[in-house]
């Protein structure tokens, strides 16, 4: 055998059996830990909602007393909204929290363009000041605002309580808005400057109309916050007429332990709220703002 002939048999091998070294093999390669990266975070989420599915079947299995004899059943719902004051807590945790994150957003959106924008000493030492208030732990004042509110009578009252939740959220509102607020070019309003607009109209109509997702996230957070509370209202609510949902759901379960199906629905009924509220606005989200908006920036 020639060395042509070996040469020759040699270039058809290698163009035969394809290269471990291109883009496909580095793709295989890379493939795998994706798939059990994966593979974990599924198994994980997994493992977190249980609680949840167990909750949701709980609520819609009949008692062991009912007559009825599907797996299903609405009857658990049926005794929570005719029996107990369910809906009372429902509107209650309804008013405070919508008030929370109306008035949370319509404050911390001017403060934090302020934070965002101005480089004084001044606002600097108001960062320094809502960075001690968001560490200050909340155990801490509850005994003396309690003691201050009571001299006001806002005690055992939604008034007052929506009061606390809006201290308690402002702090932190402000440093998402800001944060998001970073994300706008300043060039942007600087153009709108130009054109005529005000300080606060290029506020309005640049930074805040391009801030919808930072605008939700903040109302998000004072959401959650305020829904689910129970500290702050199991020492300022007394009266049932005045209980939130967490509160009302603590009352129910102490008279009712034995009843699982009856707690799972008004542990359901807690539930459905955050779930609607993220399923609407989670396609609102988006990251980093629009940093992209002038060309060579």
Sequence with gaps: MTDATVGAAAEVTSLAV?????????????????WRYTLTVLVITLVLLIPVFVTVMLAFRPQLQSTSHSFLTLENFSYVFSQTQVLTWLRNSLIVTLATVV????????????????RSKAVSGYALLLFAAQAFPQIVSIVPLFVLFASFGLDDNLLGLAILYVSMTISVATWMMAAYFDTIPVALEEAAWIDGCSLFGGFLRIVLRNSLPGVLSTAIFAFLLAWSDFLIAVVFLRSDSNFTLPIGLQTFFSTNNTEWGYVMAVSVIVLVPPVLVFSFLHRHFSIGGIGGSLAGR
Aim: proline content about 12%; overall charge positive.
């Design 18 to 34: 394809p290269s471990e070294s291109g883009p496909g093999a580095t793709a295989r390669r890379s493939g795998s830990p994706r």
């Design 103 to 118: 008035v949370a957003v319509i404050i911390s959106a001017p403060a934090g363009y302020v934070l965002s924008r101005s």
